[in-house]
């Protein structure tokens, strides 16, 4: 069974760092890039990063590049999200996704399965 | 960047058809993908590539593409149906993840 399960949300300052994680289970890890989705509370859904399978390939989105880093580590089945410089604008819950592929190529493909999502709050 | 424009809400009678549009320049040649997502849960992709289906997902969920608008559409909905709706592409010109605003579907 595929599980992605997420971690790391917390309360955190303005200006303050977190570092969340996505565990992926029942799948082979590096075959599948992975993305990271945002929602801010009652909000829509948005876009933040997308990672190839090898991790040779990183996507951003405007609001957060240069801010936040995406990486995996393979050999632990394991997903990450490195947010810098935080603002209020970034409280949201984060989801990892699954792709349906390994390369960028597969960027453009579904998701068909993501996390219960892991909640980020940025607050004095 | 590219923008695809979802209506925020749309109602319907239980037993009608809902049909929720995805709005962007020349999405017709883009994939499109569209999620449902319940209330405090993840979405769930319930079509991909304009018009496939995932196992699991009634046939009474489809979904198509053309033009400047993709289109899912929920035939004899029901009350589980209700939900918010969010379409989805790939804008290779600026390789970014789009989603539409979302819409939330209301059986009446």
């Known amino acids: 069974e595929v599980q992605l399960l997420e971690s790391g949300g917390d309360l955190v300052q303005p200006g303050g760092s977190l570092r969340l994680s996505c565990a992926a289970s029942?799948?082979?890890?590096?075959?599948?890039?992975m993305m990271w989705v945002r929602q801010a509370p009652g909000k829509g859904l948005q876009w933040v990063s997308s990672?190839?399978?090898?991790?040779?390939?990183?996507f951003y989105a405007d609001s957060v590049k240069g801010r936040f880093t995406v990486s995996r580590d393979n050999s632990k089945n394991s997903l990450f999200l490195q947010m810098n410089s935080l603002t209020a604008a970034d409280t949201a819950i984060y989801y990892c996704?699954?792709?349906?592929?390994?390369?960028?190529?597969?960027?453009?493909?579904?998701?068909?399965?993501w996390g219960q999502g892991t909640l980020v709050t940025v607050s004095s | 960047s590219y923008v695809l424009t979802q209506p925020p809400s749309v109602s319907v009678a239980p037993g009608q058809t809902a049909t929720i549009t995805c709005g962007g320049d020349?999405?017709?040649?883009?994939?499109v993908h569209w999620y449902r997502q319940m209330p405090g849960q993840a979405p769930v992709v319930v079509v991909f590539?304009?018009?496939g289906r995932p196992s699991g997902i009634p046939e009474r969920i489809s979904g198509s593409n053309s033009g400047n608008t993709a289109t899912l559409t929920v035939s004899r909905v029901e009350a589980e149906d209700e939900a918010d709706y969010y379409c989805?592409?790939?804008?290779?010109?600026?390789?970014?993840?789009?989603f539409g605003g979302g819409t939330k579907l209301t059986v009446l």
């Open positions: 020349n999405i017709g040649r883009r994939s």
């Open positions: 990672l190839t399978g090898p991790g040779d390939g990183t």
């Open positions: 996704a699954r792709g349906m592929c390994s390369n960028s190529a597969c960027l453009g493909g579904h998701s068909d399965f």
């Open positions: 989805q592409v790939w804008d290779s010109g600026s390789d970014h993840v789009v």
């Open positions: 590539d304009d018009s």
């Open positions: 029942g799948f082979t890890f590096t075959d599948y890039a």
